[in-house]
């Protein structure tokens, strides 16, 4: 998708619906934000996405399409972004979807990397099992007469999940990779990102099912928890042969501190032959549950949203700023990129300064360099790590603390033991268990 210049931004009435602002185009469709209004006379916000004009006259686009959404407008769980209406307005197809608050994880990530942040292990992992959650789901989805629907997402990526400003965790646009495929409709750009998540049986042209989505969470994961890219090429081929036929690292060999258990339920959901894979999207829920069980902190949709509005501060507190304008909740030019990327009105809070971003190859394009320190009074101060190879001229973080659990903290800081980039982890998960 790219951006909408502000001259180019359309509204006014689509059949039942309100357009507010025209955020973002693609080649497949429009992506609008826009008004419902009920019964009531009250109006709620909907997600738009209108098909472009040119496919619209494209009649097997537009039955897999339909066919798609129809399928994806039956599943109904809080891990997966709702469809509420679809069909076709003037000459116009469309799907209107539920409104979500919050950032798709292609942005999360390396947000918190450009702020000095490490984004905490259990957090990945209590993400990736509300994946499966919803996978699952989608999965086993069955008709009326009990015959399975045999949905399959095809796109799990960073940019379909989306972690809300109410910490839920939610899965966009099931079925749609499937109707893009029908016209190519995916710029070469977004080819290459695509598919460094499909699954091998996916590159190959074989039939999918449940374990191909298993597979590109596998994926995702694994990129969360290293900083890595795992599949990379020059060329489309180059990254489908590296899919196919390349070495899959441990990720501890990036990762030295991840723990053993986290690194068997990645090696599991990366096996290329699916027989060998998790069966389902459930089998590997289990496993990530069991793992956060056994750890010292399992973070809570408070801890998640707390996390997230902490690292879009400034962007929240500027949609405030165009709230009270009465501007429409757009999305700037820099993040008007995808429907997952739409924004909410909040409460302002005092935003931190950025730090520097660390410095291995990042999972996407990497941000800006910056020099100022990461302040969140009141706090302590730890250690953090100025490279990936922790050589560089170290850093401070200050990390907000009660004081109840003054102690507890210390005691990690005193280890000797632990890298500084794990001491770092360590401070920000005791501050997150007891605070």
């Not at 619906?17 to 909907?46: C, K, N, T, W």
Request: proline fraction near 8%.
């Amino acid at each position: 998708m790219s951006p909408v210049a502000p001259q180019q931004r359309e509204t006014g009435r689509f059949g039942k619906y309100r357009l507010i602002d025209r955020i973002a185009v693609g080649g497949m469709a429009e992506i609008f934000l826009a008004h419902q209004e009920g019964e009531d006379g009250r109006e709620s916000p909907v997600v738009i996405k209108r098909i472009r004009p040119h496919l619209s006259k494209h009649a097997a686009f537009v039955k897999m399409f339909l066919n798609e959404a129809r399928l994806a407008s039956q599943l109904n769980h809080p891990n997966v972004v709702q469809i509420h209406d679809l069909g076709k307005i003037a000459e116009s197809y469309f799907i209107a979807m539920e409104y979500v608050a919050g950032r798709d994880m292609r942005r999360v990530v390396p947000k918190a990397e450009a702020l000095g942040i490490p984004f905490p292990l259990v957090y990945a992992v209590k993400i990736a099992s509300c994946v499966c959650a919803g996978l699952h789901h989608a999965h086993t989805k069955a008709d009326l007469y009990d015959s399975p629907l045999n949905i399959v997402h095809r796109d799990v990526s960073p940019e379909n999940i989306v972690v809300a400003f109410d910490g839920s965790v939610k899965i966009l646009d099931f079925g749609i990779a499937k109707a893009a495929n029908q016209v190519g409709q995916t710029r070469t750009g977004e080819i290459k990102g695509k598919l460094s998540y499909m699954s091998p049986e996916q590159c190959l042209g074989k039939a999918l099912d449940c374990r191909s989505d298993v597979f590109s969470l596998g994926v995702v994961l694994y990129e969360w928890l290293t900083g890595f890219k795992l599949f990379t090429g020059e060329s489309e081929v180059a990254v489908m042969r590296s899919i196919t036929e390349g070495k899959i690292y441990a990720p501890s060999y990036f990762r030295e501190d991840l723990p053993e258990r986290v690194e068997v339920i990645l090696m599991k959901a990366l096996e290329r032959d699916r027989d060998r894979r998790y069966q389902t999207a459930a089998e590997m829920q289990k496993d990530l549950d069991a793992f956060l069980d056994a750890y010292d902190f399992t973070p809570t949709p408070l801890h998640l949203a707390n996390f997230i509005k902490q690292l879009f501060e400034e962007e929240l507190q500027e949609e405030q700023r165009r709230q009270r304008n009465r501007v429409a909740a757009a999305p700037t030019s820099e993040e008007a990129l995808e429907l997952s990327e739409v924004v909410a009105t909040l409460d302002p809070v005092t935003p931190p300064a950025p730090a520097a971003p660390p410095v291995p190859t990042p999972v996407s394009e990497p941000a800006p360099a910056v020099t100022a320190p990461l302040t969140i009074p009141p706090g302590i101060a730890a250690l953090a790590p100025g490279g990936p190879d922790e050589r560089t001229e170290p850093r401070m973080l200050a990390v907000p603390l009660s004081a109840e659990v003054l102690e507890a903290v210390e005691k990690v800081a005193r280890r000797n033991d632990v890298a500084p980039g794990r001491m770092v982890a360590e401070l920000l998960e005791s501050w997150l268990k007891y605070r």
